[in-house]
Nanobody
């Protein structure tokens, strides 16, 4: 059983940056690819970014490419989401997720992930 705890959310102005962190415990971290998703009020959960087990392969949602960067530190069992040039439309609860396997085919839908954190709120004011 993997536990995931996100942190780093908050209220920021448009154009600002935030770095979200996700701490993983309870499993062998390198056996999992990791992903970030978000959900805004009234909208469906949306894929943000994913990273494979060793950090060598990443994938971003097209709408966030160039602004958001996912990374991981396997020595600390941590995954990060660096968010730059934030926009009001980025306002959402951001979730960290873990999916089993050392695959190079990164999953972009929620059903590819078995474990989820509780989420961290990001609010971007205009």
């Amino acid at each position: 059983q993997v536990q995931l705890v996100e942190s780093g959310g908050g209220l920021v102005q448009a154009g600002s940056s935030l770095r979200l962190s996700c701490a993983a415990s309870g499993g062998t971290f390198t056996n999992y690819c990791m992903g970030w998703f978000r959900q805004a009020p009234g909208l469906e959960r949306e894929f943000v970014a994913a990273i494979n087990w060793n950090g060598g392969i990443t994938r971003n949602a097209d709408s966030m490419k160039g602004r958001f960067t996912i990374s991981r530190d396997n020595t600390k069992n941590m995954v990060y989401l660096q968010m730059n040039s934030l926009k009001p439309d980025d306002t959402a609860v951001y979730y960290c997720a873990a999916g089993w396997g050392r695959t190079s085919l990164l999953r972009v839908t929620g059903d590819g992930y078995s474990y989820w954190g509780q989420g961290t709120q990001v609010t971007v004011s205009s």
